[in-house]
């Protein structure tokens, strides 16, 4: 038994794995730590999966709502999309088994922007939570949990469940006491109060999970590490990305939009992102912060080598490589990353009010400067909004980031129409691809597809994206505001569907 738990009345319910999951039922919410393949519980939902199985072979009915903080690992969603257990998903997932069944019609997935899915739960949209299952690195006494790798929904689910199951993991670092800032200070509306928050890295909480042992029906102790997946080294279409954005940023500090240590950075998930971060790296940046959601491996080397001061997350989202140097060092990291709530990460009204830069992937982008972040060809769901639109529609600045051709330059991503919009013309500031940048600040849809068409698509698509452009713009002279073909405005994804080519 570790010395991970220090409450003697907790210690008392320590457990297997299998006979916590024996607590969960058929039809049950379930709420689940993890974020970005952090945090995540990695014993209860395997022993889940047998439970699930073994009762599928007995011609019983066992499947489960599974809430989370946003993507887990193969240990989580994985196994329980493989079970056939879940019903329902919300609000994010990257794990492929389970984007299979959300596409093949057999789990209904709510995809949600990562702000709105604690206060979504709190103002009774989700119905009632039965189970949380939560990650922790250490139990206290009195009910004080010390988080381990990720906060997000964490201390929504361990508030309003109505048991809660606790896996303790000796793979977190103890040291990472300290890390977090939970804050307790949200209320309901019409009673919510300013959230007195005025620089990324201040404290307004405090540095536990606050839990009512009661509730506390199993503990199982773990050792696994997260899903710490690799990165690809930045490719060159990447580099170019990373390139066109930090010299955006200069830019702008020389024409006084922004102070030469900018604003604090949002940075979203992928290879591209990560490329993003490097290309600061490699600049003459320094004395950044960060407000954002995941720490990538692209940011520890930003914090190790000077260009970011501190980082405020609620999340690390780490290779094995990452992980490993963030625990050998993490005394060095102590006061310069704090995980806290994703509802705080991502609020509308700390984003707004600290003035973020926000950089974010897309799969689509149309000449008008819609984004499209999540569903391939128009129905097929990739990931999920996650964080993006939280940061988007709030940041002082945002860039949305891509190669501007998809699988072997068989699909473009600027396109005439977007076949899904998550993010609208109205919230996007700035498309960057490897040809270049489009700043589509002040400019109408008219300018704007000029620019991003100029800019940003691939050479091979651009004649045929000017041409549909034009041909708009003569046929149709009463509706020139947005000009569009209505019966081709798709025609591009169609004909990728019947060809396998834009
Ligand atoms: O698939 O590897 O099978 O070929 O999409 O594309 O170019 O590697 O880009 O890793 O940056 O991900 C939008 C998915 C981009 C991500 C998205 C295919 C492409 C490849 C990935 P293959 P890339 P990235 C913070 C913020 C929404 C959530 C978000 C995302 C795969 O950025 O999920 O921003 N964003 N959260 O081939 C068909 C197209 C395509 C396409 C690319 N037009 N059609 N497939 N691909 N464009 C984090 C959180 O919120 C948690």
Same mark, same amino acid.
């Given at each position: 038994?570790?010395?991970?738990?220090? *409450?003697?009345?907790?210690?008392?319910?320590?457990?297997?794995?299998?006979?916590?999951?024996?607590?969960?039922? #058929?039809?049950? +919410?379930?709420?689940?730590?993890?974020?970005?393949?952090?945090?995540?519980?990695?014993?209860?939902?395997?022993?889940?999966?047998?439970?699930?199985?073994?009762?599928?072979?007995?011609?019983?009915?066992?499947?489960?709502?599974?809430?989370?903080?946003?993507?887990?690992?193969?240990?989580?969603?994985?196994?329980?999309?493989?079970?056939?257990?879940?019903?329902?998903?919300?609000?994010?997932?990257?794990?492929?088994?389970?984007?299979?069944?959300?596409?093949?019609?057999?789990?209904?997935?709510?995809?949600?922007?990562?702000?709105?899915?604690?206060?979504?739960?709190?103002?009774?949209?989700?119905?009632?939570? #039965?189970?949380?299952?939560?990650?922790?690195?250490?139990?206290?006494?009195?009910?004080?949990?010390?988080?381990?790798?990720?906060?997000?929904?964490?201390?929504?689910?361990?508030?309003?469940?109505?048991?809660?199951?606790?896996e303790v993991n000796s793979w977190q670092p103890r040291?990472?006491?300290?890390?977090?800032?939970?804050?307790?200070?949200?209320?309901?509306?019409?009673?919510?109060?300013?959230?007195?928050?005025?620089?990324?890295?201040?404290?307004?909480?405090?540095?536990?999970?606050?839990?009512?042992?009661?509730?506390?029906?199993?503990?199982?102790?773990?050792?696994?590490?997260?899903?710490?997946?690799?990165?690809?080294?930045?490719?060159?279409?990447?580099?170019?990305?990373?390139?066109?954005?930090?010299?955006?940023?200069?830019?702008?500090?020389?024409?006084?939009?922004?102070?030469?240590?900018?604003?604090?950075?949002?940075?979203?998930?992928? +290879?591209?992102?990560?490329?993003?971060?490097?290309?600061?790296?490699?600049s003459e940046f320094t004395d950044l912060v960060a407000?954002?959601?995941?720490i990538q491996d692209g940011m520890l080397d930003l914090?190790?080598?000077?260009?970011?001061?501190?980082?405020?997350?609620?999340?690390?989202?780490?290779?094995?490589? =990452?992980?490993?140097?963030?625990?050998?060092?993490?005394?060095?990291?102590?006061?310069?990353?704090?995980?806290?709530?994703?509802?705080?990460?991502?609020?509308?009204?700390?984003?707004?009010?600290?003035?973020?830069?926000?950089?974010?992937?897309?799969?689509?982008?149309?000449?008008?400067?819609?984004?499209?972040?999540?569903?391939?060809? =128009?129905?097929?769901?990739?990931?999920?909004?996650?964080?993006?639109?939280?940061?988007?529609?709030?940041?002082?600045?945002?860039?949305?980031?891509?190669?501007?051709?998809?699988?072997?330059?068989?699909?473009?991503?600027?396109?005439?129409?977007?076949?899904?919009?998550?993010?609208?013309? /109205?919230?996007?500031?700035?498309?960057?691809?490897?040809?270049?940048?489009?700043?589509?600040?002040?400019?109408?849809?008219?300018?704007?597809?000029?620019?991003?068409?100029?800019? *940003?698509?691939?050479?091979?698509?651009?004649?045929?994206?000017? #041409?549909?452009?034009?041909?708009?713009?003569?046929?149709?002279?009463?509706?020139? /505001?947005?000009? /569009?073909?209505?019966?081709?405005?798709?025609?591009?994804?169609?004909?990728?569907?019947?060809?396998?080519?834009?």
């Open positions: 038994m570790s010395d991970r738990i220090t *409450c003697p009345v907790l210690r008392a319910r320590i457990t297997s794995a299998q006979a916590a999951a024996a607590l969960i039922n #058929d039809g049950d +919410n379930v709420g689940i730590s993890g974020f970005t393949g952090a945090g995540y519980p990695k014993a209860v939902p395997a022993a889940l999966h047998d439970a699930m199985v073994d009762a599928h072979g007995r011609g019983e009915q066992f499947r489960i709502g599974l809430w989370s903080g946003a993507s887990t690992a193969p240990d989580a969603d994985g196994v329980l999309a493989e079970a056939h257990g879940v019903s329902t998903r919300l609000p994010y997932n990257s794990d492929p088994t389970m984007r299979s069944l959300i596409n093949l019609g057999e789990v209904d997935y709510v995809d949600a922007h990562l702000s709105h899915s604690a206060q979504h739960m709190w103002f009774g949209f989700y119905g009632n939570l #039965d189970v949380a299952v939560v990650e922790v690195t250490a139990v206290l006494p009195g009910g004080l949990l010390v988080p381990s790798s990720s906060v997000g929904n964490n201390k929504t689910w361990l508030d309003q469940a109505d048991r809660i199951i606790l040291g990472l006491e300290g890390f977090h800032d939970i804050y307790y200070g949200t209320a309901l509306p019409p009673h919510r109060r300013p959230i007195e928050l005025t620089d990324p890295m201040q404290r307004i909480g405090e540095p536990y999970l606050r839990i009512d042992p009661e509730k506390v029906v199993a503990i199982v102790e773990t050792d696994r590490p997260d899903r710490n997946a690799p990165f690809s080294p930045p490719d060159e279409n990447s580099a170019a990305i990373a390139e066109h954005v930090v010299d955006f940023l200069r830019h702008e500090v020389a024409a006084g939009r922004m102070p030469p240590e900018l604003l604090p950075l949002q940075s979203g998930v992928g +290879n591209v992102a990560n490329a993003v971060l490097a290309g600061l790296g490699d407000f954002t959601e995941v914090l190790d080598n000077g260009t970011l001061r501190a980082a405020s997350s609620t999340s690390f989202g780490l290779s094995d490589v =990452g992980a490993r140097r963030f625990i050998d060092n993490i005394d060095t990291y102590k006061g310069r990353i704090l995980l806290r709530s994703e509802e705080i990460s991502n609020h509308p009204e700390l984003v707004r009010r600290l003035g973020i830069i926000a950089m974010n992937g897309l799969l689509e982008a149309d000449i008008y400067g819609n984004v499209n972040s999540t569903h391939v060809m =128009g129905s097929a769901i990739m990931n999920g909004i996650g964080g993006s639109g939280d940061f988007a529609r709030n940041a002082f600045l945002n860039f949305f980031l891509t190669p501007s051709t998809a699988k072997d330059g068989a699909i473009s991503a600027i396109v005439p129409m977007v076949s899904h919009v998550d993010h609208t013309e /109205h919230d996007v500031h700035v498309i960057v691809t490897e040809h270049g940048i489009a700043d589509l600040r002040g400019l109408s849809p008219r300018a704007r597809a000029e620019r991003i068409i100029e800019r *940003c698509a691939h050479p091979t698509f651009r004649p045929a994206l000017l #041409d549909y452009t034009q041909r708009a713009w003569t046929e149709r002279p009463r509706a020139r /505001h947005t000009p /569009h073909l209505m019966g081709e405005a798709l025609s591009w994804h169609q004909r990728y569907l019947e060809t396998g080519s834009m």
